[in-house]
C-alpha cells in the first residue's frame, strides 16, 4: 500500500518505509544465509557421489575380473578332470555372488542418477530463487532512490515555496508488471 501512496505522490511516514526496508534486508540476509547452506550441502553431496562413483567404478571392475576368470574357467579345455562337487558348489556360490553384486550394481546406478537428477533440479530452483530475490532488492533499491528524490523535491518546494511537481506514472512495460 505505501508502494502505492509513493508512486501516486502520497508520502508514507518515514517509519513505515524503514520498516519495510529493514524487513527486506532481513529477509535478504535470511535467504543468504539460506543459500549458503544450501550450496554446503550441495557440496557435501556431491562429495558423497564422487565417492560413491568410485565405489561403484572399485565394484565394477571387481566383477568384471570376475567375470573373465569366471569365462577363463569355462573355456578350458575338456581334457581336465571334472570338477568335484566342491568346486561345482564353490562355483555356483560364486556365480550367485557376481549375480547379486551385478543387481546391487545396477541398483546403485539407478540410485546415481535419481540423486543427480534431483541436485540439477535443486539447483535451478535454487538458482530461480535467488535471480527472483535479486530483482526484488534491485526494484526496492529503485523505489528507495524515487523515494528519496521525492522527499528532496518536496522539500525543495516547501523552502522556495512552489508546488512540487505531481509525480510521474510509473510506466509499465514486459518486464515491469
Keep these: ?15 513505515i518505509v524503514d520498516a519495510q526496508n529493514e524487513e527486506m534486508a532481513r529477509s535478504l540476509q535470511q535467504l543468504e544465509v539460506s543459500l549458503a547452506e544450501r550450496e554446503r550441502a550441495t557440496e557435501e553431496r556431491e562429495l558423497r557421489v564422487a565417492e560413491r562413483e568410485r565405489d561403484l ?15 577363463a574357467s ?12 566342491e568346486e561345482h ?17 545396477r541398483e546403485n546406478r539407478e540410485a546415481l542418477r535419481e540423486r543427480e537428477k534431483f541436485i540439477e ?7 530461480e530463487k535467488v535471480q ?11 523505489f528507495e532512490e524515487e523515494l528519496k528524490q521525492r522527499q528532496n523535491d518536496v ?12 509525480a510521474e506514472p510509473k510506466r509499465l512495460d514486459e518486464f515491469v508488471e
Excluded at 527472483?132 to 529503485?142: D, F, G, S
Aim: charged share 30%; net charge negative; proline share 6%.
Design 132 to 142: 527472483q530475490q535479486q530483482e526484488k532488492e534491485t526494484e526496492l533499491e529503485q
Design 74 to 85: 569355462k573355456r578350458a579345455p575338456t581334457s581336465r578332470t571334472a570338477l568335484s562337487d
Design 1 to 15: 500500500m505505501a508502494l502505492i501512496r509513493a508512486a501516486e505522490g502520497v508520502e508514507p511516514a518515514r517509519g
Design 57 to 71: 567404478a572399485e565394484t565394477e571392475a571387481l566383477l568384471q575380473h570376475r567375470e573373465a576368470l569366471l569365462a
Design 121 to 127: 533440479e535443486s539447483e535451478s530452483r535454487l538458482f
Design 155 to 166: 522539500l525543495l518546494a516547501e523552502n522556495s515555496g512552489v508546488p512540487p511537481a505531481p
Design 89 to 105: 558348489a564353490a562355483l555356483n556360490n560364486l556365480k550367485a555372488e557376481l549375480d547379486r553384486q551385478e543387481a546391487q550394481l
